[in-house]
């Protein structure tokens, strides 16, 4: 592995910060997606253009976070046993996810089912069962790391199946043809959601956590992209990559503008699989190419990164909740209140978390405090 490899560390704390400013967007939506509050105009079909940030980062936000993943478990399976690594996992992963509920999450699940509609379900339960309620409707953007944990788990099998890494050795001569058709393999995955997702079934569930779709980004990260020299490769065309991307993208939006873009049948079409992953690759060689540096902030935000994902949505939620419904301003203020609230305020939940010792376990999975 050699160096520290600081782009990767910064592309992922950009896309964390992208992640934030997404949820931002998402939650005043109306294009029907999921989770949000609803849109500003008079009419449920008014033009919201600014929900266009949906359509330029869902596609490909997630899917790298995956990849960067998978990168980084092969990174950390040649230095540490299997077991350590998997340890360590569970207590950044697992811990958060679960116990980190409990002690924190909850708040976010009371505005989730306020937003939701249903906060007349809190005065019908005992305390207990509201309690567990809201600590369970609080998982949120948790999601991803309940996933990445089994994920984790699985790559122990196939990292025993593979443990002389011929598979590894073999992906790692892969050229740039291949490793743009590897785009294929994307489409193939979102082609595993449910088209037509039963009302009151898993199925919406399952299609939100899409797990045999994100195995593939993860398992391509660990076998192609953790080689050296495919990295290489990919930074060498990154400038090709990222016009390809963002042509594929203008043409997405520029056709699709309106519809939920997280609907099965929106997620599967071929376009915007190339969309997203032309700009995975794009992004991995830009990186690269421009900011495999560090510096101050870049260190605290590659520290930080992480925290800044589990805590940022209660601010979201609580804070879009209140602007959204008892205040008049104008729908620009509400953007720009919440951007700077969700900015400013997640890092500072982030930092009184970590200095509380055993809050800091359950609910960021940090074992010690950290030095500066």
């Known amino acids: 592995m050699g160096e520290r490899k600081h782009w990767m560390d910064n592309l992922r704390w950009v896309t964390v910060l992208l992640v934030l400013f997404y949820h931002v967007i998402y939650f005043y939506n109306n294009k029907g997606v999921f989770g949000g509050i609803g849109g500003f105009g008079f009419y449920p079909e008014s033009p919201q253009y600014q929900d266009v940030v949906m359509y330029i980062l869902y596609p490909w936000f997630m899917p790298l976070l995956f990849l960067l993943a998978g990168i980084s478990a092969r990174y950390s399976l040649q230095k540490y046993s299997a077991g350590a690594w998997f340890k360590a996992r569970t207590r950044k992963l697992l811990v958060p996810a679960t116990v980190g509920l409990f002690v924190f999450q909850w708040m976010t699940g009371y505005f989730n089912t306020v937003v939701a509609g249903k906060g007349w379900l809190l005065n019908a339960m005992p305390t207990v069962g509201k309690y567990i309620m809201l600590s369970f409707s609080g998982i949120g953007p948790l999601w991803f790391i309940q996933l990445l944990w089994l994920l984790s788990l699985l790559l122990l099998l196939i990292h025993r199946l593979d443990r002389k890494s011929r598979f590894w050795i073999w992906c790692g001569k892969a050229n740039i043809f291949w490793i743009i058709m590897?785009?294929?393999?994307?489409?193939?995955?979102?082609?595993?959601?449910?088209?037509?997702?039963?009302?009151?079934?898993?199925?919406?569930?399952?299609?939100?956590?899409?797990?045999l779709f994100y195995l593939i980004p993860f398992l391509l990260g660990y076998f192609v992209f953790s080689h050296d020299e495919v990295q290489e490769k990919v930074k060498?065309?990154?400038?090709?990559?990222?016009?390809?991307?963002?042509?594929?993208?203008?043409?997405?939006?520029?056709?699709?503008?309106?519809?939920?873009?997280?609907?099965?049948?929106?997620?599967?079409?071929?376009?915007?699989c190339i969309y997203g992953w032309l700009m995975c690759l794009a992004l991995i060689g830009w990186f690269q190419a421009k900011f495999d540096r560090t510096g101050k902030f870049a260190g605290y935000m590659t520290r930080s990164s992480f925290g800044l994902y589990i805590v940022h949505y209660l601010v979201v939620a609580s804070f879009g909740y209140m602007f959204y419904r008892y205040s008049v301003l104008p729908p620009v203020a509400i953007y720009i209140l919440l951007t700077?609230?969700?900015?400013?305020?997640?890092?500072?939940?982030?930092?009184?978390?970590?200095?509380?010792?055993?809050?800091?376990?359950?609910?960021?999975?940090?074992?010690?405090?950290?030095?500066?």
């Open 182 to 211: 590897l785009g294929v393999l994307f489409w193939v995955g979102e082609q595993t959601l449910i088209q037509e997702p039963r009302p009151e079934s898993a199925d919406g569930l399952l299609n939100l956590y899409k797990p």
């Open 340 to 372: 700077v609230a969700v900015f400013t305020l997640s890092p500072l939940i982030n930092e009184i978390l970590r200095r509380i010792p055993l809050v800091r376990w359950c609910v960021l999975g940090e074992k010690r405090r950290r030095s500066k």
């Open 236 to 272: 060498k065309a990154w400038i090709p990559l990222m016009a390809s991307a963002v042509i594929a993208g203008g043409i997405l939006i520029g056709t699709t503008f309106g519809q939920d873009n997280t609907t099965p049948q929106y997620l599967g079409s071929p376009l915007n």
